[in-house]
Nanobody, 125 residues
Framework: VQLQASGGGLVQAGDPLRLSCVAS?????????MGWFRQAPGKEREFVAA????????YYADSAKGRFTISRDNAKNTVYLQMNSLKPEDTAVYYC??????????????????WGQGTLVTVSS
């Protein structure tokens, strides 16, 4: 499984931004759970959102609820993270991740087997 994240950039506080994660590989992604994490300088990687590919069930960190939306496009094997009302504290490298069954929790990095390369989001005040 390969994951390619994109869409990061420099935006101003209050702006929206959409991240994309294209999944590829010889597997059926309908069985997968996809997650977005972020890591700010000097901080640990933290959970942002996750989605069950087959059912579309979503999970959010408290910091993301109401501002971020995770979704998927089955035809494109792509997961999106729509981020609205961005704040300077959202500045981080954002990573997408995948796992084909739940390993304890979807809210921790250890719950995923596959990772993308990360895309940098910088929010200026």
């Amino acid at each position: 499984v390969q994951l390619q994240a994109s869409g990061g950039g420099l935006v101003q506080a209050g702006d929206p931004l959409r991240l994309s994660c294209v999944a590829s590989g010889r597997t059926t992604f309908s069985r997968y759970y996809m997650g977005w994490f972020r890591q700010a300088p000097g901080k640990e990687r933290e959970f942002v959102a996750a989605i069950a590919w087959s059912s579309g069930t979503t999970y959010y960190a408290d910091s993301a609820k109401g501002r971020f939306t995770i979704s998927r496009d089955n035809a494109k094997n792509t997961v999106y993270l729509q981020m609205n009302s961005l704040k300077p504290e959202d500045t981080a490298v954002y990573y997408c991740a995948a796992v084909n069954r739940v390993l304890g929790t979807l809210r921790a990095p250890g719950g995923y087997d596959y990772w993308g390369q990360g895309t940098l989001v910088t929010v200026s005040s």
